[in-house]
């Protein structure tokens, strides 16, 4: 069997595992969806799904490669160290406070109703702790087992298209769960697109580390329910515009086939 035909069957055995494994949570969320009214934040008990991704991929990689393979996998998420230039933790910390920040600016410029602004200081290490476990469990899959096989046959940018179109739509039941209009979640999925392309543009640029995009997606989550309110006014639409100016830049400087090289450096 060619290689090509092995990363694609590698990767739809992915998709459908993560589909199968997720379907509990879907309609644990219909059934004991009062368990989440405790919770400040608007995260339905669908959103446990998150730890499916991790469980996919461990599945997989023992059955491909067993013990060592997880092992390897493992070693490769929490390489911290393994980072081509610190600049890219920057980005990865800082990036999507920005886009909320900027975001919240322009709300207010186009006088949408919105509270004070408040920074909910007490209840930032709960969520850098929850959502740093809960971006481990998805990146394992994501990133660790899924990116690789995708990138040897697409380019970059097509690639970030079809991981962040299947991320986004992936979410849609625990959104709806959450009680988000179709709108909100249209937009929501495109805000997950430029996301994840440029979760790869981070990706490709640091020596293909895991543990960026694990920081990346942590800081996603905390930037929106930092947003006031616990993220009740947060609005995907002003997000995706954002972030799309911010992906078409990328693309441009450092090109769509790898999102890697950089147009403006030294030869």
Known sequence: MKIEA?????????????????????????????????????????????????????????KENGASGIRE???????????????????????????????????????????????????????????FIAAIAEEVGWTGYIYEPMLKRWSALKTGILIGAIWGIWHVIPLIQADNNPIWIIWQVITSIFNRILMIWIYNNSSKNIFLGVIYHMMINVSVFLFPNYGSHYNPVITSII?????????????????????LSKR
Do not use: E
């Open 6 to 62: 092995i990363q694609k069957k590698s990767t739809l055995k992915f998709l459908l595992l993560l589909i199968v494994l997720s379907l509990p949570f879907w309609l644990l969320g219909v059934v004991a969806k009062h368990l989440a009214d405790w919770l400040p934040i608007n995260l339905p008990i669908s959103a446990l799904m998150a730890i499916c991704p991790i469980i996919a991929a461990i599945i997989l990689v023992y």
């Open 73 to 131: 996998l493992m070693r490769r998420t929490f390489d911290y160290k393994g980072v081509s230039s610190k600049i890219w933790y920057l980005i990865c910390i800082l990036m999507m406070p920005f886009v909320l920040l900027l975001s919240y600016i322009i709300m207010r410029l186009l006088n949408q109703p919105l509270p004070a602004p408040h920074i909910q200081i007490a209840a930032i290490p709960i969520f850098l702790l929850v959502f």
């Open 243 to 263: 972030l799309g100016i911010v992906t078409t830049i990328v693309t441009f400087l450092w090109g769509s086939k790898t999102l890697a090289q950089y147009r």
